[in-house]
């Protein structure tokens, strides 16, 4: 079992939208609605952002969105703020009771 | 509200046991729409699943560390526990306990994570 593959850094100046890619196989992201995203500022607990592909949990911005797309999920923050610069993890459900993170990626605030 | 808090030594020696409680508070380990997870995090590095647990006692494990790995739980005591044997530096990382959620299996809340470096 191999990470799920995201671009190690992103970036957006303030009020622009930018998207996270994860991508996995047919064995994780693409077999299972079951793809989560969260947030990690530095020295803190990631936080949930998005479960089950898209969905969003009551107290989250919308500015946060999640979709997915074949073997590949993706994360999309609209509206860039300067609190949005953290880390970003996507997580799968990897089938046979196990479960895989994404490389994650480092989000910059021009 | 569910609070998560990992306790343990700071430091354990290469080939020694790294062990760990999570205290849950505000809410009972016990449940049938939820597990316990244990994930890790090198520094400056990402997330690893280590494994899960269910009140009942089922365990499921990442089968990179399942060799190594025990996870258990303690009803009476609201707690869960993470054992990983023959430590080496490569399992320096912070600890964190989350709770996992059955079905839709997203993790959260989690515990703020705790440091244990393995260092002779």
């Known amino acids: 079992q191999s990470a799920l593959t995201q671009p190690a850094s992103e970036s957006g100046s303030p009020g622009q939208a930018i998207t996270i890619s994860c991508t996995g196989t047919?064995?994780?992201?693409?077999?299972?609605?079951?793809v989560s995203w969260y947030q990690q500022h530095p020295g803190k607990a990631p936080k949930l952002l998005i479960y089950?592909?898209?969905k969003r949990p009551s107290g989250v911005s919308n500015r946060f969105s999640g979709s997915k797309s074949g073997n590949t999920a993706s994360l999309t923050i609209s509206g860039l703020q300067a609190e949005d610069e953290a880390d970003y993890y996507c997580c799968s459900y990897a089938g046979r009771n196990t479960f895989l993170f994404g490389t994650g990626t480092k989000v910059t605030v021009l | 509200q569910v609070q998560l808090q990992e306790s343990g030594p700071g430091l354990v020696k290469p080939s020694q046991t790294l062990s760990l409680t999570c205290t849950v508070s505000?809410?009972?380990?016990?449940?049938?729409?939820?597990?316990w997870s244990w994930i890790r995090q090198p520094a400056g590095k990402g997330l690893e699943w280590i494994g899960r647990?269910?009140?009942?006692?089922?365990?499921d494990y990442n089968p990179s560390l399942k060799s190594r790995v025990t996870i258990s739980v303690d009803t009476s005591k609201n707690q869960v526990s993470l054992r990983l044997g023959s430590v080496t530096a490569a399992d320096t990382a912070v600890y964190f306990c989350?709770?996992?959620?059955?079905?839709?299996?997203?993790?959260?809340?989690w515990g703020q994570g705790t440091l244990v470096t393995v260092s002779s």
């Open positions: 647990i269910h009140a009942g006692g089922s365990t």
């Open positions: 089950e592909d898209n």
């Open positions: 505000g809410g009972s380990v016990r449940g049938d729409t939820y597990y």
């Open positions: 047919s064995s994780d992201v693409g077999s299972y609605e079951l």
């Open positions: 989350a709770k996992l959620w059955f079905g839709g299996n997203w993790f959260d809340p």
